[in-house]
């Protein structure tokens, strides 16, 4: 049981570049997030979802798409790079309604945008 | 929007028994009181959570106050490995998930 696990762990870009970034959970969790988070400040969300084809905004999503075509997989895409994208990414899911279950978080990855 | 507020950091000495304290004033009735705690260079993991009364599990104890506006995350013997950054967490009414502010930023010492 492998938990949430993030790919890449670390990437480097330049302005202007794209990327994806993949989430994967094997505990068949409804809901997955993603956030970023910079230097001293908390988590940031930039989308989530409740289930398996559906996504919505989050609190930062501007620059940023989603997808949820597989219930395990959650991924992120950079269209365009910008260095203020230049953070933590963080993944995490929930069997249900995070405000009542655990919400389990993967290791990160970090993106340096030059 | 229910919000949470926090010390920046505290500091406490191995072995000893650590409070941290949150204080959640505009909480709903229905909302749990989440911690989770993000260990330097890792993704945050959960602590504990409760709604009313007093809960313990073998990480930590949480103590919620009888008006549930404010709440205490007990650590009854800190480790080295304690040393992280404590979230106290409501819900986010705006997006389904939880909001994390900045937390507490605990350092222990030997």
């Known amino acids: 049981n492998a938990g949430v696990t993030q790919t890449p762990k670390f990437r480097v870009l330049k302005t202007g570049q794209s990327m994806t970034l993949l989430c994967a959970q094997d505990?068949?969790?409804?809901?997955m997030y993603w956030y970023r988070q910079d230097p001293g400040m908390g988590l940031r969300l930039i989308h989530y979802?409740?289930?398996?084809?559906?996504?919505a905004k989050g609190e930062v999503p501007d620059g940023y798409n989603v997808s949820r075509l597989k219930k395990q997989n959650f991924l992120l895409g950079l269209e365009s790079a910008a260095p203020s994208q230049t953070s933590v990414y963080f993944c995490?899911?929930?069997?249900?309604?995070?405000?009542?279950?655990?919400?389990?978080f993967g290791p990160g990855t970090r993106l340096l945008v030059l | 929007d229910a919000k949470t507020t926090q010390p920046n950091s505290m500091e406490s000495n191995e072995e000893e028994p650590v409070h941290l304290p949150c204080n959640h004033s505009?909480?709903?009735?229905?909302?749990?009181i989440h911690w989770y705690r993000q260990l330097p260079s890792q993704g945050p993991e959960y602590v504990i959570h409760?709604?009313?009364s007093n809960v313990n599990n073998r990480m930590a104890s949480l103590a919620i106050a009888e008006d549930r506006k404010s709440s205490t995350l007990i650590l009854h013997r800190a480790t080295l490995r304690d040393a992280a950054v404590y979230y106290c967490?409501?819900?986010?009414?705006?997006?389904?998930?939880?909001?994390f502010g900045k937390g507490t930023m605990l350092l222990v010492s030997p």
């Open positions: 995490a899911s929930s069997y249900a309604r995070p405000w009542v279950e655990t919400q389990y």
């Open positions: 505990m068949n969790h409804e809901y």
């Open positions: 979802s409740v289930g398996e084809g559906t996504t």
């Open positions: 505009t909480i709903s009735g229905t909302d749990y």
């Open positions: 409760g709604l009313t």
């Open positions: 967490i409501l819900r986010d009414p705006g997006y389904s998930t939880l909001t």
